[in-house]
């Protein structure tokens, strides 16, 4: 069986890859990088607008608040830089940029998952919570839940909980009781 | 101690149980890290690195370091048998590895590369051990001014090299920077962008910051792959031997890619994936055989193999001795020997030659143990490479989430790595690059301290920046990459569209 390399969406490093790609593409790359570089430039102008609450002290002893200054107006620089560069650059946009269709869905379930491991591990401990988390998530991507996904589950969820809180003396809930 | 005395001395430490364990399991689970296609080191030592906290200083610096060796000769096992590298310094595997398996020499082909691994990384340690001292003796007498401009310019030319134009290479190294400086100011006390939340006074930890941007993005990335499980050949040990004439072939480029490797691995770019590039067009340049390039070449894969493997020695020494990481998985280290309280420079042979030593000599028994799991083991690594990811994604969320927990025993942590996973997912879409942004976060306030003692010291004058001869050298380098480059690629655009108007003419 033969398989295609993994597609690489970096350019070369130090390279710029200024090929011509399909229009839809470059337009949908375009307006995410748009959308990306905008919001770099609101949160940047943000963290200034922060730092100088901050007292700055003297050019001869700068305070706490001097650093962030410096840092915080070249981050508006290079969000500009970028919001020009997603404007003006053409660059190859690989095909599959974001998950679409059964792909754009295991993620989604799959991130949900995640976010409500994260949320419950401290109410409900980590025994329960990692052992049912398995289950899903095994399930979600074999698309099927069965007793062998079952068995997996609890095998390393509670192997996964038990080296962490009995071995190593992790500090997590065990259990909600 | 001389550097032969300390080397030795270096390894007789090593020489414990707890040590040799810890050799053997880093090179095991490095190894296990490169073999998996996807899961690369950095993600890898981000989701070991809570762990090596709860371990001695030396213990958790020898994980860290064994990972990232042993991932770089794990990596190449994917790209030979099923033409998928497991990380970016195993691509260029593919181009002769594969065709090699494709032409029944699939056992040749990893022996080679196991072997030219063993050779460069000894080779790289052997100019690790002679060479430390000078440097170090060096940059003992650098000051303020000098360390700015090594920690500040060194950061824009990693961010400039590895990024594809100039914003995706800077936009993540800001990000880093701004990041470091939530929390408590260090010489004030005075509580940066924590938002009235006590859990951010001690500011962000590099393992929320790494297990976030490169473990959770990560796993979103092997989760959209669309690929099938591979099939494989069994390889046995018998059909690992290589013919004489490949192993003739071999030493050239096992030699010339060590010291290539090396060079590059000393400087501030993305080393390890850079010099497998450039030992291939070498090897390619000199070959007689040109046209077998991309058909099964020898050189084509041993060569840059070679040059990963010492690329990845290499890279350790401004660790060591300058103290300043070039790598996302340096930038790991370092932080970890910050977590232990280890301040590494140019002082720390001086003041903790046992410490730095015997990483040296862990180091070079690792690389031992890296032959001898790599050649018998081969059948064991060819199935791993057969996993379900319905099981590896799970349990890497689970390892990682209670490994990031355990930092700081804090859930705040966790909220954190969700939401800089996202922020990870999203830049590596639009190509920025993660190492600057990792780099930017260990080197920012190294950088912030060296800024305010030059400025205190040259009671507010900006000029103080460029007084000493290293540091004017520095700067013309980054004005010459970062600018310089700039100006060739607007240059090129330009000849571009003056090209595309006169077709559509």
């Not at chain 2, 060194?154 to 400086?181: D, E, F, H, K, N």
């Amino acid at each position: 069986m033969t398989l295609e390399p993994r597609t690489e969406h970096e350019a070369e490093p130090g390279g710029e890859n200024l090929e011509t790609p399909p229009e839809e593409h470059v337009e949908g790359r375009r307006s995410g990088s748009v959308v990306f570089a905008t919001l770099s430039l609101v949160l940047a102008v943000g963290y200034v607008w922060m730092a100088f609450d901050m007292p700055n002290g003297t050019s001869g002893d700068p305070g706490p608040g001097t650093w962030p200054r410096v840092t915080g107006i070249a981050w508006v620089g290079i969000s500009v830089l970028a919001l020009i560069e997603s404007l003006k650059v053409v660059r190859t946009a690989p095909a599959d940029l974001f998950p679409t269709g059964k792909s754009l869905k295991l993620v989604a379930f799959f991130s949900a998952a995640t976010v409500a491991y994260v949320i419950l591990l401290p109410i409900l401990g980590a025994y329960i919570v990692s052992s049912v988390y398995m289950f899903y998530v095994i399930g979600l991507l074999r698309s099927k839940w069965d007793i062998r996904g079952g068995i997996y589950a609890v095998v390393f969820g509670v192997g996964a909980s038990l080296i962490f809180i009995e071995l190593l003396q992790v500090r997590l809930v065990a259990f909600p009781w | 101690m001389s550097a032969t005395e300390g080397f030795l001395h270096g390894l007789q430490l090593a020489f414990t149980p707890e040590l040799l364990l810890t050799a053997l399991i880093a090179a095991f689970v490095g190894t296990l890290i490169g073999v998996l296609p996807g899961l690369g080191a950095v993600a890898g030592a981000a989701i070991a690195l809570p762990l090596t906290f709860m371990f001695d200083p030396v213990v958790g610096l020898v994980l860290i370091a064994g990972i990232y060796v042993g991932a770089q000769y794990g990596g190449s096992t994917g790209s030979i048998l099923l033409n998928i590298p497991g990380d970016s310094t195993a691509v260029v595997a593919t181009f002769d590895g594969y065709p090699m398996a494709q032409k029944g020499r699939a056992g040749p082909a990893l022996a080679i590369t196991a072997i030219g691994a063993f050779i460069a990384s000894t080779i790289g340690l052997v100019f690790i051990v002679y060479s430390s001292g000078f440097v170090a003796s060096f940059a003992i007498t650098f000051n303020a001014v000098d360390y700015f401009a090594l920690t500040a310019g060194g950061l824009l030319i990693l961010a400039r090299i590895s990024g594809g134009t100039l914003a995706q290479g800077l936009l993540p190294m800001i990000l880093g920077v701004v990041i470091a400086t939530v929390g408590m100011e260090s010489t004030s006390s005075y509580p940066r962008y924590t938002f009235g939340n006590l859990d951010l006074t001690l500011g962000i930890h590099i393992a929320v910051l790494a297990v976030g941007i490169y473990g959770v993005s990560e796993i979103l990335y092997l989760i959209e792959d669309k690929r099938q499980r591979a099939s494989y050949k069994k390889i046995r040990i018998k059909d690992l031997v290589p013919s004489r004439s490949e192993i003739r072939q071999s030493w050239g480029p096992w030699g010339r890619g060590s010291i290539l490797g090396f060079i590059l691995g000393t400087l501030p770019m993305p080393s390890a994936t850079i010099s497998t590039f450039v030992s291939y067009r070498m090897e390619k340049g000199i070959a007689r055989n040109k046209s077998q390039f991309g058909k099964g070449a020898v050189q084509g894969l041993a060569g840059p193999e070679a040059a990963n493997n010492s690329a990845a020695i290499g890279s350790i020494v401004p660790v060591l001795v300058l103290g300043l990481p070039f790598s996302a998985v340096l930038a790991l280290m370092i932080s970890a020997m910050i977590v232990h309280g280890i301040q590494p420079g140019p002082l720390m042979m001086e003041q903790q030659p046992d410490l730095f030593w015997s990483v040296i000599g862990a180091l070079a028994i690792a690389n031992v143990m890296l032959l001898v799991l790599n050649i018998p083991m081969i059948g064991i690594w060819v199935r791993i490479l057969q996993i379900p990811r319905y099981i590896l994604i799970p349990v890497i969320v689970l390892v990682a989430s209670m490994g990031v927990f355990s930092v700081s025993n804090n859930m705040v942590n966790l909220y954190l790595m969700l939401a800089l996973g996202a922020v990870g997912y999203f830049l590596r879409k639009y190509n920025y690059s993660l190492a600057s942004m990792l780099v930017g976060f260990v080197l920012g306030p190294l950088i912030e301290d060296n800024f305010v003692r030059g400025m205190r010291v040259s009671q507010g004058d900006p000029a103080y920046f460029l007084s000493s001869t290293f540091a004017v050298v520095i700067w013309s380098v980054v004005v010459l990459i970062v600018i310089g480059a700039a100006v060739r690629t607007l240059l090129k655009r330009r000849a571009q569209r003056r090209l595309l108007d006169s077709t559509a003419k």
